[in-house]
């Protein structure tokens, strides 16, 4: 069993940064995959950004992609997500989720573990 807690959403302007983070429980921290995904009110929960065990691979949304970087830190058993020049369409509450597999995949239906989120709300 993996339990993730995610951290580091909050209120930011247009144009601003934040840095999530996502702390994961068990020792087989460092072979799982790990995504980040994100629901808008009334929208379908969407992938945002994944990564794998040793950080080689990497995938983002379109609509992230060049404003978002994920990375993770195997030590730490956490994950990040930096999320700069922020967008009010960013605005969503982001979930954390690991898959008990090595491959990295960006559908939601992949992962076995999730977090309860965190809210991200950026102002216009």
């Known amino acids: 069993q993996v339990q993730l807690v995610e951290s580091g959403g909050g209120l930011v302007q247009a144009g601003g940064s934040l840095r999530l983070s996502c702390v994961a429980s068990?020792?087989?921290?460092?072979?799982?995959?790990m995504g980040w995904f994100r629901q808008a009110p009334g929208k379908e929960r969407e992938f945002v950004a994944a990564?794998?065990?040793?950080?080689?691979?990497?995938y983002y949304a379109d609509s992230v992609k060049g404003r978002f970087t994920i990375s993770r830190d195997n030590a730490k058993n956490t994950v990040y997500l930096q999320m700069n020049s922020l967008k009010p369409e960013d605005t969503a509450i982001y979930y954390c989720?690991?898959?008990?597999?090595?491959?990295?995949?960006?559908?939601?239906?992949?992962?076995?573990?999730w977090g309860q989120g965190t809210q991200v709300t950026v102002s216009s």
């Open positions: 068990g020792r087989t921290f460092s072979y799982y995959a």
């Open positions: 990564i794998g065990y040793s950080s080689g691979t990497r």
């Open positions: 989720a690991s898959r008990r597999d090595i491959l990295v995949k960006t559908t939601s239906a992949n992962y076995d573990y």
